[in-house]
């Protein structure tokens, strides 16, 4: 069975220092995709960065990057240059058969992060 | 850009009652979704919807909850008799549906259902 496990429940960051937000997932299938999302108090998801698993390098948008270790079966998200909007929680999630548009999306119990001005 | 719309943004009803939460997915997208999340926990998945059925659902998808596309552009959550633990926010979430990229699902704003 898909799991997705985050084991940092809230964490503070000075502005400006990068931050990293651990994510370990547990699938038997080979073909997955893992996405972070970030959800700001107003309670909105807003979509950040996906990986398939079968892309060969990291992804990356923008101030964000995925440390995708597939025999560790992590996906860490790194966020550069904090600043304080990025002050919010961040669900990493992940979807079986990612090719497939009607797999459901696992969710993690997610990380607070608090950015320190 | 487009987005994902979703109305009411706060629900309040009382237990038993029947209350239908209603979302406008991205229009050129084909697979709709709902998620729920009870206050402080993870987001769970409810059901997926593809061509005017359901595809999936979950344990917490009973008989109590249906869904439905009544027209080309709304996608609806009812839930028939509302219970305490029915109390949470409601996410519609809708992705393409092309099989040579990932299909990222885009999440409305959200729908606060309070059961009193």
């Known amino acids: 069975a898909q799991k997705i496990t985050q084991t940092q429940p809230g964490m503070f960051v000075q502005e400006k220092e990068a931050v990293t937000l651990d994510c370990t997932y547990d699938t038997s299938d080979p073909s997955y995709g893992l996405f972070w999302y970030k959800q700001p108090s107003s309670g909105e998801m807003i979509f950040l960065i996906y990986?398939?698993?079968?892309?060969?390098q990291n992804a990356t948008e923008g101030r964000y990057s995925l440390n995708f270790q597939k025999a560790r079966k992590s996906a860490n998200l790194v966020i550069s240059a904090s600043q304080l909007g990025d002050s919010a929680m961040y669900f990493c999630a992940m979807r079986e058969l990612w090719y497939s548009s009607a797999s459901k999306i696992i969710f993690g119990s997610g990380t607070r992060l608090s950015i320190r001005p | 850009e487009p987005e994902v719309t979703q109305t009411p943004s706060h629900q309040v009803t009382q237990m038993g009652q029947e209350v239908i939460l209603r979302c406008v997915p991205i229009s050129n997208h084909l697979y709709f979704y709902w998620y729920r999340q009870i206050l402080g926990q993870k987001v769970e998945f409810l059901v997926s919807?593809?061509?005017?059925?359901?595809?999936?659902k979950s344990e917490i998808f009973d008989d109590q909850f249906s869904v439905e596309r009544p027209d080309g552009s709304n996608f609806t959550l009812k839930i028939r008799s509302t219970k305490l633990e029915d109390s949470a926010m409601y996410f519609c979430?809708?992705?393409?549906?092309?099989?040579?990229?990932?299909?990222?699902?885009?999440f409305g704003p959200g729908t606060r259902l309070t059961v009193l």
């Open positions: 919807f593809y061509n005017n059925e359901i595809s999936e």
């Open positions: 979430a809708s992705s393409e549906a092309k099989r040579d990229k990932v299909n990222t699902q885009y």
């Open positions: 990986q398939g698993s079968y892309d060969q």
